[in-house]
C-alpha cells in the first residue's frame, strides 16, 4: 500500500520521521530567506532590477519567502514521500498572503501572516485537544516519545504559546518601526521559541517513554 500524501497517524506504521536536524533546518530556513533578503532588499533590486516589479525589499522578500517554502515541502516530499500538516498549512497561508501582498503591493498582508499563522496553530492545537487529540505529537513525534497525559499537556501549554505570539507580533508591527518588527520576528521569536521550549523538558522528562533494551524486548517474546 502507498503512503498518504498527507503526513499519517502516529500510529500508521508507514509512517516516516524526519531527521530532527533536517526538520529543524527546513522549517527555519524560509523564514531566514526572508529576513536576510529583506535586509539586502535594495541590493538585490540594482544587481536584479527585474525584482523592483515586485515592489519594494520587503514584498521582494515576501516572494523569496514564498519560493523557500515551496522547496522546503518539495524536500520534506522528496524525502517522506508525504507531506507534514503543520508546515504545510503554514505554506498555504504563506501563498495566499503573500500573493494578495504582492498583487495588492500592500505590506500589511506580508505583517499580518505570523499573526494568522500562529492563531490558527494555537486554536487548532486546543481545538484537537477538545476533540481527544493531543496534535503536537505531528511535530515532536521525531525527537520525544511521550506518554498520553504528557502530549495532552505539552499540547496544551504550545497551543497557549503560540497564541502569545500571535498577539506579540500584532503589538509588535503596529507599535514600532518595520525594521524593529523585521529583527524581532527572526532574533526576537527564535530565543523566545528556544527559552519556552527548553522550559518545557521537566514535563518531557517526566511524561517521556522509555525504550526496551533489546535484549529485554528479546526475552519477552
Known amino acids: 500500500m502507498n503512503p498518504p500524501i498527507l503526513e499519517s497517524d502516529l500510529s500508521d506504521p508507514r509512517r516516516k520521521t524526519l531527521n530532527p536536524a533536517l526538520k529543524f533546518a527546513l522549517e527555519l530556513g524560509p523564514g531566514l530567506v526572508f529576513f536576510f533578503t529583506t535586509i539586502r532588499g535594495e541590493w538585490l533590486a540594482q544587481k536584479f532590477p527585474i525584482l523592483t516589479h515586485l515592489g519594494e525589499p520587503l514584498l521582494i522578500a515576501t516572494a523569496f519567502f514564498m519560493v523557500a517554502t515551496a522547496l522546503s515541502l518539495a524536500v520534506s516530499w522528496l524525502v517522506m514521500r508525504s507531506l507534514p500538516i503543520m ?123 522509555e525504550e526496551k533494551p533489546a535484549e529485554e524486548e528479546k526475552a519477552g517474546k
Open 87 to 209: 508546515p504545510l498549512v503554514s505554506g498555504i497561508i504563506v501563498f495566499g498572503f503573500g500573493a494578495l501582498a504582492l498583487w495588492l503591493q500592500d505590506k500589511t498582508f506580508a505583517y499580518m501572516k505570523p499573526t494568522i499563522i500562529n492563531s490558527l496553530f494555537g486554536l487548532t492545537l486546543l481545538g484537537g485537544l477538545a476533540f481527544g487529540r493531543s496534535l503536537l505529537g505531528y511535530v515532536f513525534d521525531s525527537a520525544f516519545s511521550l506518554d498520553a497525559e504528557g502530549w495532552r499537556k505539552l499540547t496544551f501549554r504550545w497551543g497557549l504559546f503560540f497564541l502569545f505570539l500571535a498577539a506579540l507580533n500584532e503589538v509588535m508591527w503596529r507599535n514600532f518601526s518595520e525594521e524593529t518588527w523585521l529583527y524581532f520576528k527572526v532574533w526576537g521569536t527564535i530565543p523566545i521559541t528556544l527559552v519556552f521550549t527548553f522550559s518545557q523538558m521537566p514535563l518531557i522528562l517526566r511524561h517521556s517513554l
